[in-house]
């Protein structure tokens, strides 16, 4: 009877709590959002926009807490985390293809050719039921699609102007399997690295380059430990908002709907925003990194077999590249 009695009056609090003249009323719910972006980074000003907006839209209700340059974890940590809570959000990019393997169509080089396509895609019901409908099986659910930016080639040792000039070169990717391919398929050594490690391990020697877009190069500093800029443009990488799904599930109806209208809104805003640091940051990037133009058709001609990987290995990838190329 008393412990009856006790889970009656448990529940009685809780239901107390999460309901609107409860506790929950005069505490707004913390949501930690974790990125690897350092401050000044394309994640950075976008996961500090949502925030505002989201704390804008539901003050007392919700209050997200935005933590950049990986004081959360690295994004392998954080993607582990999400599906347990801690944190509640996650900024993922190319580590989305560890989640779900079909993610690694953004990987398939020179595939996105400009932000005008990527919202097409973005937008398209088909490819988002291919990305996204088997996600929240595996704890994770993306809210939105915004952006990292093109890639582009930093080094020590000279100007990469086709995929050759790669070869035996040591290069810092992001965890993941298709970009470790590709760069081997051009003739580098890639390694993966958490971002944070990415500065010390470029000064150092141990890396003698890496792949980001500028914004991420900008605010990482990476131009103050690399020689030269090549405009590879290799790959176009998304960035994706995602919550833990135990989290999500347990949040009122009215939340999930501001906090995911207010996500899917950010993409506009995210693309436009990538677009113009593009334009802004040229500038600060070269000099002090010499600059250079690259053969873009002899790095879509070595990528033939990484395309031709990603058909066999990944279900239903073939008709996905298929599907965005279509949108181009």
Do not use: C
């Not at 937008?123 to 809210?143: D, Y």
């Not at 990488?237 to 906090?259: C, H, M, N, R």
């Amino acid at each position: 009877m008393k412990r009856r009695i006790g889970i009656f009056l448990a529940t009685a609090v809780l239901a107390l709590a999460l309901s609107p003249g409860g506790a929950r009323a005069q505490q707004p719910l913390s949501i930690r959002l974790g990125h690897v972006g350092f401050p000044g980074s394309l994640f950075a000003i976008n996961a500090d926009e949502y925030a505002k907006r989201v704390n804008g839209a539901l003050k007392g209700k919700v209050e997200v807490k935005v933590f950049h340059s990986s004081q959360l974890g690295s994004d392998e940590q954080m993607m582990r985390g999400v599906k347990v809570g801690a944190p509640e959000m996650f900024l993922p990019s190319t580590i989305m293809s560890t989640a779900e393997q079909k993610f690694g169509v953004f990987e398939m080089p020179y595939i996105i050719v400009s932000r005008a396509h990527m919202k097409k895609v973005s937008e398209n019901k088909q490819a988002q039921g291919a990305l996204f409908e088997g996600l929240p099986a595996k704890g994770v659910r993306v809210l939105g699609d915004w952006e990292n930016g093109f890639r582009h080639i930093t080094n020590n040792v000279k100007p990469i102007a086709k995929p050759e000039d790669l070869k035996g070169i040591k290069l810092r990717v992001p965890g993941g399997v298709w970009r470790v391919k590709m760069f081997k398929a051009y003739g580098a050594n890639p390694s993966p690295m958490p971002f944070a490690e990415v500065y010390s391990a470029l000064q150092s020697g141990v890396m003698d380059a890496q792949e980001n877009p500028f914004p991420q190069i900008a605010s990482a500093k990476f131009q103050e430990v690399q020689k030269f800029l090549s405009l590879t443009g290799h790959v176009y990488t998304p960035a994706y908002l995602v919550a833990g799904e135990d989290f999500w599930k347990k949040l009122p109806k009215d939340i999930q709907a501001s906090l995911s209208k207010i996500a899917w809104e950010m993409g506009d805003v995210a693309r436009s925003e990538g677009a113009r640091l593009d334009k802004e940051l040229m500038g600060k990037l070269a000099p002090p990194m010499k600059a250079n133009e690259v053969d873009k058709d002899a790095f879509i001609k070595a990528s033939a077999s990484i395309y031709e990987d990603f058909g066999k290995e990944v279900k239903g990838g073939a008709e996905l590249v298929m599907l965005i190329q279509s949108l181009r």
